[in-house]
């Protein structure tokens, strides 16, 4: 749905401080984003995660659309210890929105 992925284009921009995502995209206090969806957590080179995603990751934690949901509603509720400081998404329209544009950007 093009309208969605366009509507999550808009809601990253709450993501961006920490993420890039696309061509070029680098780390910065975030891992890359790209291709996030489908792939197992933690898998991102270079980036130093936090215990508990690393403990998360090891026991099969894959990206998918309801993890994510999940994950970018409450970010310390699902992976208590995780260091992404940001309060999580409250309305279920930018949660949905925001899965189909990570699912847009893919490898
Ligand atoms: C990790 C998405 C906002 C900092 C992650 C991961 C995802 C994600 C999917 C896991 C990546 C992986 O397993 O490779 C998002 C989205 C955001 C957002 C969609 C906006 C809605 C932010 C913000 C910050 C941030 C605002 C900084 C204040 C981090 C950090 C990690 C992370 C530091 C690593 C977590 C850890 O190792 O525990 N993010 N994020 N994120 N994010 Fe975000």
Known sequence: ???????GEKVFKKCKACHQIGDGAKNRSGPVLTGIVGSPAGRV???????ALT?????GLVWDADNLHAFLAKPKT???????SFSGLKKEDD???ITAYLKSVAN
């Open 95 to 97: 949660l949905a929105a």
């Open 45 to 51: 080179e270079g980036f130093k995660y936090s215990k």
């Open 78 to 84: 699902f992976m208590k210890g995780t260091k992404m």
């Open 55 to 59: 403990e998360m990751a090891e026991n």
């Open 1 to 7: 749905d093009p309208a969605l992925v366009e509507a």
